[in-house]
């Protein structure tokens, strides 16, 4: 039986939950979205796994979508010798010119423009930030010599991030550009953009995607550079959703800085009415152990009254020993904390006079009245599933239940806190329609004999025009 939480959980496809069997019963336990991290994904095995997902959709009535995940342009150093170490105090070596095997003297760096972008003073952060290096000189060209702030032994291609560099680098990469075309070329429901420094970085993607589908893919916008956050207002404006992506944040950002920065970054989404997903190491412990830590239940917890639409989980469901209790244990969180009274939504009702205005102001006064009058459903036609994101993001205590003849968005909306949706294509006089659709909702018991519900349509319903209309029923 599935869940009727109305926070998201998105999951992490890998070796871990490569069985159909595992699949269905994650989705089963909570799973509404599936990621794929094209990190680490080889094409065939991608397709297989999205075929198999859509096939149970199919199936069994399920609408889990498909979520690709730009890797963005990841800077890495390159092969090392085994057991190298570097001590504090040691001046070391990064070169751009030869792929050399490093040693704890000289190290290649895979990124050609570094010696050009780094200054001296500014740091190097190594693994995730376990090793911490200063720039003493570079040359410009090729070679950059930096001394060791933290020691500890140096890896193969491990990550490096420069929080106070601006680097010259795209968001998207020559592997971001094939990896997004073959997952637009999958029909994917949401792309994340990885490393978004500023707008232009969505509107390259956006374009790609206008060139390759007749259909408009959404943009989840990865937040996790210092840049990113300096130009929040504009990004907010170009995509279609954020995540707080708060590995990497968390190492171009002191650490103790990201608690604040989610709530931030949360508030700005809602305001903006886009959905937000929180990811990285919220049940890092299940990885290996049937019991999260207490921080990490306090965590996922927080993540939820803070107001996210979803939670994410990377190792733990794509390499962990636990993928579907792990989603057991999550679903049992967000069941427990998301209905409390404690949780605030921003209050900012709709200024800006758009040519969406009216749905705007139609969506939030279903939202309140829904509470008002207890309502149990706000039912929604919809072609675009604009008025989805609209009503979700007023976070009512009623079902939220969408309609729509559009195939594309059925999937793609169960992204978005407390959305259900599904397939319905008569297009009837608005009357019959709404008597129609309530006797759904009935038999798929959401609501009951004297229960209110609230429809919204477009009428004439035909023309599958904007929202312009909201109707209280009562149940018979």
């Given amino acids: 039986m599935l869940t009727n939480k109305k926070t998201k959980i998105v999951a992490t496809l890998g070796p871990a939950c490569s069985t159909r069997e595992i699949i269905k ?55 090392m010798e085994e057991g190298v170490i570097v001590h504090d105090g040691d001046l070391i070596t990064f070169t751009t010119a030869e792929d050399i095997l490093g040693t704890a003297k000289k190290v290649f760096m895979k990124y050609q423009n570094f ?23 570079t040359d410009k060209k090729s070679e950059v010599i930096a001394r060791v702030i933290q ?13 106070n560099t601006k680097i010259s680098l795209p968001a998207m990469t020559e592997k971001d550009i094939a990896d997004a075309i073959f997952a637009i070329g999958q029909n994917v429901d949401w792309i994340a953009l990885s490393f978004v420094k500023t707008p232009r970085d969505l509107q390259d993607l956006q374009e790609l995607i206008a060139e390759h589908s007749d259909y408009k893919i959404p943009i989840i916008a990865k937040i996790e550079m210092p840049e990113a956050l300096e130009n929040i207002d504009k990004i907010v404006a170009y995509c279609d959703a954020l995540m707080v992506a708060r590995g990497d944040l968390g190492v171009e950002l002191p650490a103790h800085e990201v608690p604040l920065v989610q709530k931030e970054l949360i508030r700005r989404a809602k305001t903006a009415r886009i959905p937000v997903i929180v990811a990285t190491q919220m049940m890092e412990t299940m990885i290996t152990s049937l019991t999260p830590t207490r921080a990490e239940v306090n965590d996922v917890a927080n993540s939820v009254m803070d107001g996210a639409d979803a939670v994410m989980l990377s190792g733990e469901t794509a390499t962990g020993n636990y993928p579907v209790q792990v989603i057991q244990k999550m679903t049992q969180i967000i069941e427990a904390v998301e209905d409390s009274p404690l949780i605030q939504v921003p209050q900012n009702t709709p200024q800006i006079k758009t040519k969406r205005f009216i749905t705007k102001t139609i969506c939030h006064h279903a939202a309140t009245m829904a509470n008002v009058i207890k309502a149990k459903a706000i039912c929604t036609l919809t072609n675009s599933g604009y008025t989805a994101f609209q009503i979700s993001a007023w976070r009512p205590n009623s079902h939220i239940l969408v309609f729509t003849s559009n195939k594309r968005i059925l999937t793609q909306l169960n992204l978005l806190w407390g959305v259900k949706s599904f397939f319905y294509e008569k297009t009837v006089s608005t009357d019959d329609t709404v008597t129609d659709i309530n006797e759904i909702v009935k038999q798929k018991g959401f609501v009951q004999k004297g229960d209110f519900l609230i429809n919204l349509a477009a009428m004439p319903i035909k023309e599958k025009g904007m929202v312009n209309t909201l109707r209280v029923s009562e149940i018979e």
Avoid: W
């Fill in 25 to 79: 019963d994650m989705i089963d336990a909570g799973v509404n979205v599936f990621r794929v991290n094209f990190s680490h994904a080889d094409y065939e095995d991608v397709k297989e796994k999205i075929n198999l997902i859509r096939g149970l959709n199919e199936e069994f009535g399920y609408t889990t979508a498909i979520l690709g995940d730009l890797q963005g342009p990841k800077l890495r150093v390159g092969v």
């Fill in 115 to 137: 010696p050009n972008d780094v200054n001296p003073g500014e740091r190097i952060l190594l693994d995730d930030g376990k090793l911490i290096f200063e720039i003493v000189e």
């Fill in 151 to 163: 020691g500890g032994e140096l890896k193969s291609k491990k990550g490096v991030n420069l929080p």
